[in-house]
């Protein structure tokens, strides 16, 4: 259907649009309008993906002198492609009302491991040896060498890719990886460095957070964008955690050890390259006296992850004399790691600032700021010039120069803190100091920057003036979208009480009384026996799900509930967990039924969808709070506390209850779905947790079902489950139009709509 | 918050804070300036009172909910209607019905009064009825799923009372409920059914996990291969695998609200369901119409193997006794049925058009006061106040009913009074000229 929003023409590839669709659009074109930053929450299975990439691409054909690039940012490979093919649907729609005009370049952007088509290095296991085997066959040296040598192996498809030289283009069209690499093999082209060239020219990118927010990455993919971008992160809610981690570092022993393995190796080919080669030293030698970090272009091959560093922060200055000399920058290496050795020797845990933490350095080892800033660079440069291929196995010792570059550039939102073993387990020795990074704003900032807008968008971003403080940015435009429902297909029940009436809660004091975790357990047990085919059960920790498993298996609940589902558990291996749900939609299947043991804030909870019979309830046990005596999670409290005026609590608070909301998003896939989801703990009953759920959710929530206990669960679950197994019309009764026509569009015409819908 | 607890426990997780304060118990409610329970509430956001009426002395009138009633009822007919015209639909007048009754030990839940399993043989006994007047022609056999096994209660046969006697003969339940043994049972029954024959399978389900001894999708696949229509009706919720066996096969699944709509779902079934094209292949059928022998003669009964007196009936080709139609000869295997059996099974082919509803406006125009009576039942179509209710007229004859008239020549009578009188007042007209 073809519609109008203000000066707009919209082109949307289905017959009906949902009225949440539309005022989602209605917000986002004023936010491009505006050239400003959106934060919007509406739940998913209403369409999100569509009506985004519907209206941004809109918006750019209805400007065609000056056309808009988009960047859609996902968080995993498979929506990637879902978002492609979405994509692809939409550009087939456009292609026949507008003919060629309305033609795109749009492309998913991945790593070496999933575009790769050279069978002798994809077979490798990991992304780090992919890359390697790829840079053994790539490097300009390499090269260089093959063609006076012939015995040695080059890449077929990287050697014609670059014989097409500026032929080598990508035809309009929307490309999925799997597009990619089809088209590589057909050409003979190399798919990955295809890609990467063409993002530059590309109206729109698919690719990972990683791309625009880890600036090792983004510094050498992203750095090239035109500031008329939109960029969409999809799936947000977890964003500011994304940010920390592109900007922490932690080190271990086994780092050290590495470390100075890969020290003597480099000392070795130093010495080398001085009986064979000295030339190449020397000229490297010089170029750093004239102040070049970097060798200017290197070939596309050779490039480099990027500073840790973001862009603003990194000097434009001459790398300092007494790193300059491979040897002088070994042995400052080989002190950092020393001394790094000695602070890892600890009984304590330390916490420190970077201030002090470069002090001591200082005065311990002789290293000054200035030099721990350059070491990323330094590194890098050296291993071009020892012509080192082997990357994967120089990991550590990158990962201490990206921590003394990180170190020496900040001294505000990091702190250092050393922790002799893990608080779990006090007994065995596991030294780990971390630099963590507590402002997501760092991060994301040059993103803000750069681009004229920024889209921020997820299920459940509740409670959504949270997230500007957060991430320190001002949206132009943020609102939380309800779902419109022909039938109210979701059933949110806060459980308060146990079938004896005593309060259930994870509560720390609270958690280990039989009381409680007997009452959870006949919970379940009188849930598996009226709610058919799957149940997905989260639990707050992986200790407290062994926990209470534990006693449930002692006191015979787990065999009572066994004879009516099987049982499946989350565990942190990941080829266990996926044999264990691969099971256990085959249960679902086949009518055996089954239930799900996970945990909150695991794998499962953030990737897995439960959807349709797979899960039709799903019950939270207790508020999944973060472990709060985690040290980085009080240091970073603390900041908050101190920069952006966000009290411990309310932080806490809300980072449970967004995973917590979602957890029980995940039965919820689509508006033809319906599930039920079970609040299982007291706490969920004051209005301060209540109140942070996202508004999808509370809208549902009525006020009979805020402080049940188990017995009156059972009945609203068993009258729940028979109205929902009802036949129902899709198109919604008069009263409440869930599905716009290209007719009803046009009827309300103008802006005053919108009021009208809600 | 700067008094957070910090706890000690003994069981190595440390302390944890829970960003908290020590709560008070009874916090919520902040809304509830109404004062009323959370319970309460719901009823009151109903208003269940504003739809009382009185009438002119003031008493209470009986909520009206025929007209609602009424509004369900020509829905479904349309779109009974609607599936049935489209294309002319050949049905299966001959059925052989398995109806497989899940005793499992979900049966004995209460959630139905008294429990599951009472309801459900009270319902099954008048389905049975109902089926064998709406089919005549058509055979049930029931089978029981009790401890994981299936069970074959009785085979397939044409009299009601022997099947609803041996059902409530064995109402226990137990164990687990297995789906694949039971379709597998009836898939061995059902195989041998000559091919004229339409294979249904209805399952009353109220177990909501099956556990099978194979792959149950095989199963599946084998009653589709077979044609066998696999019906559901489940009694707590919707289950994947039952929804997937309906698809497959062709069925209905439906889930039931309370026993009035259980009752409603399971004569559902009892209409012949339209047959799938490739299913059916139309073919002529031997069949014999036997005489009622004179009453008291003395003669040997083949179907109970003893000497009756009277009443039976002789089978024309090899004149052995037989006590009850419509059934098989048990000497030459000659199906055998009466006239009035066919004849009842005939107005499933061709249904009468669902009435119109007529705008009052058309009633009240004066040209037409001979329609002001319901052409059914002459009752006058005006309530008393001079009102006009709601009335219909079909479509052909365009005689106007009312709404109980409606309701009993769609679903008994099968034929429109105005469009039989009309044809004869026709061919009347015809001889007088």
């Known amino acids: ?758 | 918050m700067n008094d957070m607890e910090h706890r000690k426990t003994n069981d190595g997780e440390g302390r944890r804070l829970d960003g908290e304060e020590e709560e008070e118990e009874e916090d919520e409610d902040e809304g509830n300036g109404r004062g009323l329970d959370a319970w309460e509430r719901a009823y009151a956001d109903e208003r269940s009172w504003e739809s009382l009426q009185e009438d002119e002395s003031g008493l209470l009138r009986p909520i009206d909910n025929k007209t609602i009633y009424h509004a369900q009822y020509r829905r479904r007919i349309r779109s009974l209607y609607s599936s049935t015209t489209t294309a002319r639909i050949q049905k299966g007048l001959i059925r052989y019905l398995y109806i497989v009754v899940d005793l499992s030990r979900a049966a004995s839940e209460m959630d139905f009064k008294p429990s599951r399993m009472a309801v459900v043989a009270k319902h099954i006994e008048a389905f049975i009825r109902e089926f064998f007047d709406q089919n005549p022609l058509s055979q049930i056999g029931l089978v029981t799923i009790k401890d994981g096994l299936a069970q074959c209660l009785t085979d397939l046969g044409g009299s009601p009372d022997s099947h609803v006697k041996a059902l409530m003969g064995k109402l226990e339940c137990s164990g687990d409920s297995s789906l694949q043994n039971a379709l597998d049972l009836v898939h061995g029954y059902l195989n041998q059914i000559p091919s004229y024959g339409h294979r249904e399978v209805l399952i009353l389900y109220s177990a909501l996990s099956t556990c099978d001894p194979g792959d149950i999708m095989e199963t599946i696949q084998e009653c589709k291969k077979s044609k066998i229509r696999c019906s559901v009706i489940g009694l707590s919720a919707e289950i994947f695998i039952c929804r997937h066996l309906c698809q497959e096969t062709g069925g209905s699944y439906s889930v039931a609200l309370d026993e009035s709509h259980f009752k409603e779902l399971l004569l559902e079934h009892a209409p012949p369901p339209p047959a799938i094209a490739e299913f059916a292949i139309a073919n002529l059928i031997k069949m014999g119409f036997p005489q009622r022998a004179a009453e008291g003669v003395i003669s040997i009964c083949s179907c109970h193997k003893e000497a009756k007196v009277g009443g039976g009936y002789t089978c024309p080709r090899c004149k052995a006794r037989v006590c009850e139609l419509p059934t098989e000869c048990r000497i030459c295997g000659l199906t055998l049925v009466s006239s009035p059996h066919l004849a009842r099974s005939y107005h499933h082919l061709f249904p009468i058009p669902p009435f119109d509803e007529v705008s009052l406006s058309l009633l009240n125009n004066p040209h037409q006061r001979s329609s002001r009576a319901c052409f059914g039942c002459q009752e006058s179509l005006l309530i008393p106040g001079n009102k006009p209710t709601l009335c219909v007229a079909c479509p052909k004859c365009k005689q106007h009913f009312c709404l109980d008239c409606d309701i009993y020549i769609h679903e008994s009578l099968h034929n429109c009074p105005g469009c039989e009188s009309f044809r004869h007042s026709k061919i009347v007209s015809v001889t007088e000229e």
Not at chain 1, 279 to 300: F, H, M, S
């Open chain 1, 1 to 758: 259907m073809k519609f109008q929003i203000e000066d707009v023409t919209v082109y949307f590839p289905y017959d009906n649009i949902y009225p949440e669709q539309y005022s989602y659009m209605v917000e986002l074109k004023r936010a491009l309008d505006a050239k400003g930053h959106a934060l919007l929450e509406m739940p998913t299975g209403t369409g999100k993906t569509i009506a985004l990439l519907s209206l941004i691409t809109s918006y750019a054909l209805s400007k065609p002198s000056n056309p808009i690039k988009l960047l859609y940012c996902t968080r995993t490979v498979h929506e990637m492609e879902k978002t492609l093919a979405e994509l692809r649907l939409l550009h087939q729609y456009q292609l026949r009302h507008l003919g060629p005009a309305a033609r795109i370049l749009a492309l998913g952007l991945s790593s070496r491991k999933n575009l790769c088509i050279n069978p002798a290095v994809v077979s490798a296991e990991n992304r780090d040896s992919v890359d390697a085997g790829c840079r053994k066959l790539t490097a300009s040296w390499v090269r260089a060498l093959a063609v006076e040598n012939p015995n040695i192996p080059t890449c077929q498809f990287f050697e014609n890719y670059e014989k097409a030289a500026s032929e080598a283009v990508l035809p309009p069209g929307v490309y999925t990886l799997q597009d990619l690499r089809a088209f590589g093999r057909d050409k003979g082209w190399c798919p990955y460095f295809l890609a990467r060239h063409m993002v530059q020219f590309a109206n729109v990118v698919v690719y990972s957070y990683q791309y625009l927010l880890d600036p090792k990455v983004a510094g050498i993919i992203s750095k090239e964008m035109q500031r008329e971008s939109v960029v969409v992160f999809d799936e947000a809610h977890n964003i500011d955690n994304v940010c920390i981690e592109a900007l922490s570092v932690s080190v271990r022993r086994q780092t050290l050890e590495g470390a100075t393995r890969n020290l003597s190796k480099m000392a070795q080919e130093i010495n080398r390259f001085k009986a064979t080669d000295a030339g190449r030293l020397r000229a490297e030698y010089n170029r750093l006296v004239e102040g070049l970090a970097q060798r200017g272009n290197l070939p596309i091959s050779d490039t480099w992850l990027a500073n840790p560093a973001l862009p603003d922060d990194i000097l434009k200055e001459a790398v300092p004399g007494n790193i300059r000399r491979a040897e002088h920058f070994l042995s400052v290496l080989r002190r950092l790691v020393q001394y790094l050795h000695g602070r890892l020797e600890t009984e304590n845990v330390e916490k420190e600032g970077p201030v002090a933490f470069v002090a001591s350095i200082n005065s311990q080892a002789g290293i000054d700021q200035k030099m721990l800033k350059f070491c990323y660079d330094r590194l890098h440069s050296l291993m071009l010039t020892l012509e080192i291929t082997d990357t994967d196995e120089f990991l550590h010792i990158q990962t201490i120069c990206d921590f003394a570059t990180l170190v020496g550039t900040y001294t505000r939102g990091f702190s250092i803190i050393i922790e002799p073993f893990d608080e779990r387990m006090p007994h065995i020795p596991d030294p780990v100091l971390q630099l963590s990074c507590h402002d997501a704003s760092l991060a994301i900032k040059p993103v803000f920057e750069r681009f004229q807008s920024v889209v921020i968008t997820s299920g459940t971003l509740s409670p959504i003036d949270l997230y500007p403080r957060l991430l320190n940015f001002n949206p132009v435009v943020s609102r939380s979208f309800t779902m419109s429902l022909t039938r109210n297909c979701i059933c949110p029940m806060v459980l308060t009480r146990g079938s004896d009436q005593l309060p259930v809660s994870t509560k720390f004091d609270m958690r280990s009384d039989p009381g409680v975790v007997r009452n959870y357990g006949r919970l379940l047990l009188e849930m598996v026996s009226v709610v058919p085919d799957g149940i997905v059960c989260f639990f707050v920790s992986y200790s407290y799900m062994d926990g209470i498993v534990n006693t449930w298996n002692e006191s015979g609940i787990l065999k009572e509930i066994m004879q009516h589902k099987l049982v499946f558990i989350e565990t942190q291996d990941v080829v266990e967990t996926t044999l264990a749900l691969d099971n256990y939609r085959r249960a679902c299947d086949c009518g055996r039924g089954a239930v799900f043991f996970s945990v909150a804030r695991g794998k499962v909870a953030e990737g897995i969808d439960f959807d349709r019979h797979y899960g039709r309830l799903v019950i939270m046990f207790g508020v999944p709070f973060q472990y709060t005596l985690s040290r980085i999670l009080l240091a970073r409290l603390e900041y908050l506390r101190e920069t952006f005026q966000i009290k411990e609590g309310d932080f806490l608070t809300f980072d449970a209850l967004r995973q917590a909301a979602q957890c029980v998003g995940r039965v919820i896939r689509s508006k033809a779905d319906y599930g039920m989801m079970i609040f299982a703990d007291k706490r969920y009953s004051r209005h301060d947790k209540r109140s942070k759920l996202p508004g999808w959710i509370l809208s549902h929530l009525r006020d009979a079902h805020l402080n049940l206990s188990t017995d009156m669960a059972l009945h609203i679950a068993r009258e729940f489950l028979r109205k929902m197994a009802q036949p129902y019309d899709k198109a919604g009764v008069s009263g409440r139009k869930t599905l716009l026509s290209e007719e009803d569009l046009e009827k309300m015409g103008d802006g005053t709509t919108n009021e009208m819908l809600f």
